[in-house]
Every structure is written in structure tokens, then in C-alpha cells.
């Protein structure tokens, strides 16, 4: 096998981690996940990762409930990192050799994010977790995702998503004849609001020219199919 791009920006969801608990990590999930990753850095592939909290909580559902949203956000930013923890432990047990980079200061246990040594570690074959989204408020972490990613000049996004195996035309969980797409531009996932990823995320995509693919996580060995050229899943671009 052979790897179609050289560095990607994996973005995870935090709620996968729960397995079917539906809260917390599961660690049978995180070793997966981790198996998978080596055998995609096998290949000779530097990856960078971006990770989500919502196994723990979700910012703008916290804030639906009352809490402030500023506050949820941060909170929901601790909550990546905590993934991102557990997420180095069960790579370094795979046995490679990993950092986590986060965009909120917190030296005792990671490193500040700073984009060349991001790219410095990718060069000396390290998996770089990219933890606390952008650091600011009322940012998701898909936008986290592609701000890394195009800041570090990967060469796509590889949206892996909880359940779903990539971009349909309405949700497949609430009408089941909705249609999956194999393609779609950016305008039309802008256009008719398609619950790739944020708005936002969306379009700096776009701006930036960096495709994504959407494809579903719980699948084992999909992420080695995304990276080797293998069509599943959705492209977006």
C-alpha cells in the first residue's frame, strides 16, 4: 500500500471516544483508534491530529442550558485536551512517539501550540495532537481542525465522524432515503447548509483551497482507505 498524501490533519470527535457509554473514554476505543493512526504512520504519513471534548461537553449545549458561553467554550476546550492526554497515552503504547500541542497554556502537561514547532515535530516523524481548539471562544474544533491544517500546509482534512460515512442530503438518521454524495464543491455544502462541518470551517477551507473528506470513524481500517486513495466517504472541495 501506498499513502496518496504525505501530511493530513485527522479530526476526531470527542463522543466517539465514549463508545457506547455516551460520555467519558472508553479505552478499548482510544487503542483502536491508536492501531489505526500507527498503521497510517506506517506508511510514511505525518499526521497531525485535532480532537473534540463533547464526551465530556459540548459548549454550546452547556450554554443552552444556562451556563455562559465564554465559560462552557473554555470548558469545552479542557474537556480536548483531557482527550488529547488519553489519546497520546494509547499512541506512545502503539509505540510512537507523540506530542500534544495546545492552543491554552498548560506547561505541566503540554506544549504551548507554536505552528514551526508543530512542523518540526511532523518532520521528525511524531504525531502531533493539536489540543484546546483555537483557543478562543465560539470556535468549534472543526474549525480548529482546518486552521491547523492549513497553517501546517497539509494536504487535507480527514473528517472522521461518529456514525455517519460522509455527506448526505438530508440526516440519514431521521430519513432514510437521503442521498449520499461521492462529491461536493464547497459552494454547495455552503449553499444548502450540509452538515459537513461548521460554517466557518467550511469556508476557510474554501479560501484556502484544502480538501476534506468526511468518512465514518467506527469502520475499521477507513482511515488507511482515505489516505491510500481509496474512494469512501465523501470529498469535499
Given at each position: 500500500?501506498k499513502a496518496?498524501f504525505?501530511?493530513v ?7 466517539a ?8 473514554i ?40 444556562g ?7 473554555y ?16 499512541l ?27 512542523v518540526r ?29 492549513v ?6 482534512v480527514?473528517?472522521?465522524?461518529h456514525?455517519?460515512?460522509g ?15 461521492d ?11 450540509l ?9 476557510l477551507c ?24 481509496e474512494?469512501?466517504?465523501?470529498r469535499?472541495?
Amino acid at each position: 500500500m501506498k499513502a496518496v498524501f504525505g501530511r493530513v490533519v485527522l479530526k476526531l470527535s470527542g463522543e466517539a471516544l465514549a463508545g457506547d457509554n455516551g460520555f467519558g473514554i472508553a479505552p478499548g476505543v482510544l487503542r483502536g483508534i491508536a492501531r489505526e493512526i500507527r498503521e497510517v504512520h506506517s506508511l510514511g504519513v505525518q499526521v497531525g491530529i485535532v480532537i473534540g471534548g463533547g464526551n465530556v461537553i459540548r459548549g454550546v449545549k452547556a450554554a443552552a442550558e444556562g451556563l455562559d458561553r465564554t465559560s462552557a467554550d473554555y470548558m469545552g476546550m479542557m474537556a480536548s485536551v483531557i482527550n488529547g492526554l488519553a489519546l497520546q497515552d494509547s499512541l506512545e503504547t502503539e509505540g510512537l512517539s507523540t506530542r500534544v500541542l495546545t492552543a491554552l497554556e498548560i506547561k505541566q502537561v503540554a506544549e504551548p501550540y507554536i505552528r514551526r514547532r508543530a512542523v518540526r515535530h511532523l518532520e521528525k516523524s511524531r504525531v502531533v495532537i493539536f489540543a484546546a481548539g483555537t483557543g478562543n471562544p465560539y470556535f468549534t474544533t472543526d474549525t480548529a481542525a482546518v486552521l491547523r491544517a492549513v497553517e501546517i500546509e497539509a494536504e487535507v482534512v480527514l473528517m472522521a465522524k461518529h456514525g455517519v460515512d460522509g455527506v448526505y442530503d438530508a440526516d440519514p438518521r431521521i430519513t432514510p432515503d437521503a442521498r449520499r454524495y461521492d462529491e461536493v464543491s464547497f459552494d454547495e455544502a455552503i449553499r444548502k447548509n450540509l452538515r459537513v462541518m461548521d460554517q466557518t470551517a467550511i469556508a476557510l477551507c474554501r479560501e484556502n483551497g484544502l480538501p476534506m473528506v468526511v468518512f465514518d470513524m467506527n469502520v475499521a481500517g477507513n482511515i488507511r482507505k482515505v489516505v491510500t486513495g481509496e474512494k469512501i466517504g465523501t470529498r469535499v472541495g
